[in-house]
C-alpha cells in the first residue's frame, strides 16, 4: 500500500486530522512497523500454523467461549460480543482493530521504542525495515453493523464496522471499533476504493518526540491500558527514561 504522507511531528499529525469531526464516519489504526499489512491475526497466522483441520478458525473461537465462561464476570451476549473479546484477549480473529480517537491510533504506532539493538532484531526478519510506523486514516459512510440482523460474525460476507459494547475497559479507554472482512487473509485496503484509506509513514527518528507530546495530552500506557497492568507498565517506562536523561 502507497504512503500518502509522513507525519514527522505533532503538528504535521494535527494537519492529517485537521477537520475530522467525530460524526463515526473516520476511523485510526497505528502500527508499529510500517510493512505490515492491514491483514487481521488470524489472516497472519498463516495456513501452516492454523491449518484447515480441526483447529481452525472456527473451533479456536468456539473453545474460546466454551472454556471463557467460567473466567469473566458477566458473559457476553452474543457471538459479535464473544468476538470482541477474544480480540481483545489475544485470540486470532478476523477482526481488525480501529479508534475512532486518533490520538489513540498514533499512540499505538509510536508506543514501542525502536533503539538500535531492537532495530537491529527487526532487521533479522526483514533486512530493508528502517524502524517506521504507520498511522491509518480509514473513512466509511456506511452504518454500523446491526448484531441484531446479522447474527454470525464468521459468515458475514461484505467489510463493515463493528462498534463494540464496553466488554472491557480498554475497549472504552481505546474508543474501540473493528472492521471485519469475508477473507481475513487479505489486506482490507484490497476490499476498498482506494481513497478509503491513507496510510502515512512515521520515520523512526520522529516516534520518541511524538509519543512525548503525546504523554502532554494524557495519552500514554496508563491511559490506553486502564488497568495495574498499564499503570506498572506506564511507570516503568519512566523510570528508565529518567535514568536515561
Not at 499529525?13 to 475530522?20: D, H, I, P, S
Not at 491483514?39 to 479456536?60: F, Q
Amino acid at each position: 500500500m502507497e504512503f500518502s504522507g509522513e507525519i514527522n511531528s505533532f503538528d504535521d499529525f494535527r494537519a492529517v486530522v485537521r477537520g475530522v469531526t467525530p460524526d463515526e464516519r473516520y476511523f485510526f489504526r497505528g502500527e508499529g512497523r510500517d510493512y505490515y499489512s492491514l491483514i487481521p491475526k488470524v489472516g497472519r497466522v498463516g495456513k501452516s500454523l492454523l491449518p484447515l483441520a480441526y483447529y481452525d478458525e472456527k473451533t479456536i473461537f468456539e473453545r474460546f467461549k466454551n472454556q471463557a465462561v467460567g473466567l469473566v464476570g458477566s458473559s457476553p451476549l452474543n457471538e459479535w460480543e464473544w468476538l470482541a473479546l477474544a480480540q481483545h484477549h489475544g485470540l486470532p480473529t478476523r477482526l481488525l482493530d480501529w479508534s475512532t480517537n486518533p490520538l489513540v491510533a498514533l499512540y499505538f504506532a509510536v508506543a514501542e521504542p525502536m533503539g538500535n539493538v531492537d532495530l537491529k532484531k527487526e532487521q533479522i526478519a526483514v533486512s530493508t525495515y528502517q524502524g517506521d510506523a504507520a498511522f491509518y486514516f480509514l473513512t466509511i459512510k456506511s452504518a454500523f453493523i446491526d448484531t441484531s440482523v446479522v447474527r454470525k460474525p464468521l459468515a458475514h460476507k461484505y467489510v463493515g464496522v463493528f462498534k463494540p459494547p464496553h466488554v472491557t475497559n480498554r475497549i472504552r479507554a481505546q474508543s474501540g471499533v473493528f472492521t471485519i472482512q469475508p477473507d481475513p487473509h487479505e489486506p482490507l485496503n484490497n476490499r476498498l476504493k482506494s481513497r478509503a484509506i491513507r496510510k502515512y509513514r512515521i520515520p523512526c527518528a520522529a516516534r520518541e518526540e511524538i509519543r512525548r507530546e503525546l504523554r502532554l495530552f494524557g495519552v500514554h500506557q496508563a491511559s490506553i491500558y486502564p488497568d495495574l497492568d498499564g499503570l506498572a507498565g506506564y511507570l516503568q517506562s519512566m523510570l528508565v527514561e529518567r535514568q536515561i536523561s
